[in-house]
Nanobody, 115 residues
Framework: QVQLVESGGGLVQAGGSLRLSCAAS????????IGWYRQAPGKQREFVAV???????NYADSVKGRFTIYRDNDKNTVYLQMNSLKPEDTAVYYC?????????WGQGTQVTVSS
């Protein structure tokens, strides 16, 4: 059974930091591309960051320079370090794993940034 479990969300003041974790089980983690997406109330889910199986990364323009995605294949975990948080970063953050044949979503973790 495949599971992606996000954690690390919470309430933080603007300018603060959080680190999200996405722990995977039931898949050969190292061959999957892992991404973070977010969905704010009343808005569509949007791309935040992604890391490939080889470690290449890409970020949405809105988070470049503030967020860092990295992975630890020994722990089957991907992290999203979020610094200089803004109220507009408030959303449910979802982890997504995909390869050529299939993809999976986590259940999400809430991030709330107060002004």
């Amino acid at each position: 059974q495949v599971q992606l479990v996000e954690s690390g969300g919470g309430l933080v003041q603007a300018g603060g930091s959080l680190r999200l974790s996405c722990a995977a089980s039931g898949i050969t983690f190292s061959v999957y591309r892992i991404g973070w997406y977010r969905q704010a109330p009343g808005k569509q889910r949007e791309f935040v960051a992604v890391i490939t199986s080889t470690g290449s990364t890409n970020y949405a323009d809105s988070v470049k320079g503030r967020f860092t995605i990295y992975r630890d294949n020994d722990k089957n975990t991907v992290y999203l370090q979020m610094n200089s948080l803004k109220p507009e970063d408030t959303a449910v953050y979802y982890c997504h794993a995909d390869n050529r044949w299939t993809d999976y979503w986590g259940q999400g973790t809430q991030v709330t940034v107060s002004s």
